[in-house]
């Protein structure tokens, strides 16, 4: 049984939203830090939020949630909310770079989608979630920092790097990493970037890249291939939690993939735990 289709929802929905974001504020923190900077209309957010709900219950709660912006994410909803999504999606070609999220939403969304958008380029499908909202228990690296503006151009070599390892592309096709060149410098500016340099060169970086209200999602750690098995991924994640936690007041969270042991032993040397699963459908 289908839903009569998902609707866009607008900013007189905005309240409704907050409420259903804050189910699960690790979880929907890539949404809910956009929906907080920008509400819902579209041209703001740089994307839409849709629900299958007709309107919201009589409690006021929206029971299924989805973003469709430069990524794809299903928050909440069963089975005919997903099919009512997909549907929706299924109106206009696929611009989104991959569908991300909750295991079970993004698994169950890519289940309707796949015999029109498929085959996926790769299917994650155990990134475990996990949130830290102390001080960790490593001490940081008091080398890693903010990087400054002027250091653009020796940080790009590293994201750079660290996007074609994690992702599989390289985030300068189409546009000569231009677009991509403009996000690093966005996160520079807004002192979310991350780095040790030894003699000029990046040899550990790390971003935060989702913030929201409550969480701060860190994404992109990397460690220079001629440095690694010495504890500078580990010290240095240490240290940018540490900024998260302590310096912004928020909630420490990252997803990786669940076969990266040595991430994941980094990871709960710090003070991680498990709070979820992700899965990712890159395109």
């Known amino acids: 049984m289908r839903l009569a289709g998902a609707r866009l929802l607008d900013d007189r929905d905005y309240p409704a939203v907050r409420a259903a974001l804050a189910v699960d504020p690790v979880g929907s923190c890539m949404v809910s830090a956009r929906v907080e900077a920008a509400g819902l209309d579209p041209w703001r957010l740089g994307g839409e939020v849709w629900a299958a709900d007709s309107r919201p219950s009589r409690s006021g709660r929206i029971q299924s949630l989805c973003f469709s912006g430069p990524n794809l994410i299903p928050l909440r909803g069963n089975t005919p909310a997903l099919r009512s999504f997909a549907d929706r999606a299924l109106r206009r070609q696929r611009t989104c770079s991959s569908l991300v999220g909750p295991a079970d939403q993004v698994l169950g969304l890519w289940e309707e989608l796949a015999d029109e958008w498929g085959p996926a380029r790769e ?74 340099f030894e003699s000029g060169e990046v040899v550990f970086k790390a971003e935060i890249g989702a913030l929201s209200a409550t969480v701060g999602q860190i994404q992109g750690v990397w460690v220079h291939p001629d440095r690694r098995g010495h504890g500078l991924g580990t010290l240095g994640t240490a240290a940018v939690v540490s900024r998260l936690v302590r310096g912004m007041g928020r909630t420490a969270s990252l997803y990786v993939n669940s076969y990266n042991g040595p991430a994941l032993a980094a990871y709960r040397k710090i003070g991680f735990n498990q709070v979820g699963r992700y899965a990712t459908v890159l395109f």
Request: no cysteine; charged share 30%; hydrophobic share 40%.
């Open 123 to 196: 299917v994650r499908q155990d990134q475990p979630l996990l949130a830290l909202d102390g001080s960790p228990s490593r001490q940081g690296d008091p080398l890693v920092r903010p990087v400054r503006a002027d250091e653009l151009d020796r940080y790009l070599p590293a994201a750079i790097a660290m996007f074609i390892e994690e992702v599989g592309v390289d985030p300068r096709a189409g546009d000569g990493g231009a677009s991509y060149r403009a996000r690093v410098a966005e996160l520079i500016a807004g002192g979310r970037a991350f780095a040790r």
